[in-house]
């Protein structure tokens, strides 16, 4: 049997997991900046 009840997601999940996308993206920019600029992945190790 199927359940065709449709699920609810809360507003607030919706908009924390977009504004958690957002953040991954701007710090996976931020090191491949990094990298290109000094050629380390972790500036200030190795």
């Not at 049997?1 to 609810?8: C, R």
């Not at 504004?19 to 990298?35: I, Q």
């Amino acid at each position: 049997m199927k359940n065709n009840e449709q699920k609810i997601v809360e507003k607030e999940k919706i908009v924390a997991e977009k504004l958690n996308g957002r953040f991954a993206m701007l710090g996976f920019v931020a090191l491949l900046g990094a990298y290109l600029t000094t050629g380390q992945i972790i500036p200030g190790y190795i």
